[in-house]
């Protein structure tokens, strides 16, 4: 008895969860409250904070679920490709599958910085090294195209994750504010230039062809 009641409890929390991170990608983690989630799981407030003690716990929770699914859906299939650039390739095109398909919801880390840029606190502190994270994993797959010599010796992945991020930054900004058709291309063309300034000039390789995007989603 003991255990499926256990078994429901954390059913609960992780449906809870879920609705939570549905909202908070709608309306931002700051809009994120017990009582609109309560009323969400038609719940009453103690229910909710009985799986979570205060507001601020249930927002980390929420940015920690989103960087679960963000390692399961990028990083991880990534790691199955061979080092170097077909493994950075499919980071980066995963990672703009992962844009496109946020342009109705929002992206948790993106609309998080405008939020918490100037905020300090817990949750401020839970978004960042999420975020270190994912640009270390991004830097590593970098230094392991130069160590395959499939990147000039000379490239510093800080500025070459840095350039990464702002193609991203600019495909979420130009896709989901202004609406521009063929944002995805851009990020795309974009990417392929910066592979290029980069590349090992003395490295014939496989790796020229950019990695398709799949979506179902309208032309962004």
């Known amino acids: ?53 205060s507001r601020e716990d249930l927002q980390i929770a929420v940015v920690k679920l989103y960087h679960e699914q963000f390692e399961q859906e990028i990083f991880h299939p990534a790691m199955k490709e061979p080092r170097g650039l077909p493994r950075l390739r499919v980071l980066f095109a995963g990672w703009v599958r992962r844009v496109t398909l946020e342009i109705a919801s929002g992206c948790i880390y993106i609309s998080g910085a405008v939020e918490y840029d100037d905020r300090p606190g817990a949750v401020r ?18 230094r392991q195209a130069i160590d395959e010599g499939h990147l000039r010796a000379d490239t510093d992945p800080d500025q070459m994750v840095f350039e990464m991020y702002g193609l991203v930054l600019a495909l979420h900004h130009d896709a989901r504010f202004i609406e521009r058709p063929g944002s ?37």
Not at 184 to 204: C, D, K
């Open 1 to 53: 008895m003991a255990s499926r009641h256990l078994r429901k409890g954390e059913q609960t929390h992780a449906a809870i969860l879920d609705a939570a991170l549905t909202m908070a990608s709608r309306e931002g983690l700051e809009g994120l409250t017990i009582g609109s989630l309560a009323d969400t799981m038609h719940m009453s407030k103690s229910g909710v904070f009985a799986h979570f003690g």
């Open 184 to 220: 995805v291309q851009h990020a795309q063309t974009g990417f392929e230039r910066l592979i290029e300034s980069y590349r090992n000039p003395a490295v014939m390789l496989s790796t020229t062809a950019a990695v398709p995007l799949k979506t179902t989603q309208k032309t962004v």
């Open 125 to 142: 502190e839970q978004l960042a090294s999420m975020v270190r994270t994912w640009q270390g994993s991004l830097r590593r797959c970098v």
